[in-house]
Nanobody, 123 residues
Framework: QVQLVESGGGLVQAGGSLRLSCAAS????????MGWFRQAPGKEREFVSA????????YYADYVKGRFTISRDNVKNTVFLQMNSLKPEDTAVYYC????????????????WGQGTQVTVSS
């Protein structure tokens, strides 16, 4: 069982930055692939980024590539999402999620989810 709690969301102007954190409970955090997803009002939840258990190759959706950076600290049981050059279209609730096995871009393959943190980017 893994419990996930996101933090770090807020209101920021376009071009600004935010750093999201996702704190995980459980001793086996380092075994899990961690992903970030987001859901804008009236839209489906979509993939943002993912990182394997060892922090190796990282993966990004095209619409955040070059602006967002995912990282993890397996000692602190935390995964981060550094978001730079934010745009109004990045406005959404951001969720972290965990799964065992290989990295996946599919939200249906993630077993554990946080409650989400709101990110609002003003123009």
């Amino acid at each position: 069982q893994v419990q996930l709690v996101e933090s770090g969301g807020g209101l920021v102007q376009a071009g600004g930055s935010l750093r999201l954190s996702c704190a995980a409970s459980g001793r086996t955090f380092s075994s899990y692939v961690m992903g970030w997803f987001r859901q804008a009002p009236g839209k489906e939840r979509e993939f943002v980024s993912a990182i394997p258990w060892n922090g190796g190759n990282t993966y990004y959706a095209d619409y955040v590539k070059g602006r967002f950076t995912i990282s993890r600290d397996n000692v602190k049981n935390t995964v981060f999402l550094q978001m730079n050059s934010l745009k109004p279209e990045d406005t959404a609730v951001y969720y972290c999620a965990a799964r065992l096995g290989a990295v996946s871009f599919s939200l249906d393959s993630y077993k554990y989810w946080g409650q989400g943190t709101q990110v609002t980017v003003s123009s």
